[in-house]
């Protein structure tokens, strides 16, 4: 999966926050929470193809089954493609 350029993350505690910078901050007037895992999600997006490969890595880094985090990451993916997060 490919990230949408013009934006940077950054870790505040227990959540991320994504704000749009460069000229992508004249063309988006928000800034965009995400939890902790889909955070991890949206730092590791490129190195997957699809959510199925996502949520492959998610179950691994995380010690849970690929069935239980398929669902989420697919929700969660849907969401950042809304969003203009990703490609």
Partial sequence: MKKTEGYRIRKLEDEYV??????????????ISLSETAGFMYL???????AEELA???SKVYEVEKSV???DVVS?????????LLL
């Fill in 56 to 58: 492959e890595l998610v």
């Fill in 18 to 31: 994504v704000l749009p910078f460069g000229k992508r901050a004249e063309e988006v007037n928000e800034v």
């Fill in 69 to 71: 985090v398929y669902e």
């Fill in 76 to 84: 969660v993916v849907r969401t950042l493609r809304e969003k203009g």
């Fill in 44 to 50: 590791h997006a490129e190195e997957a193809d699809s």
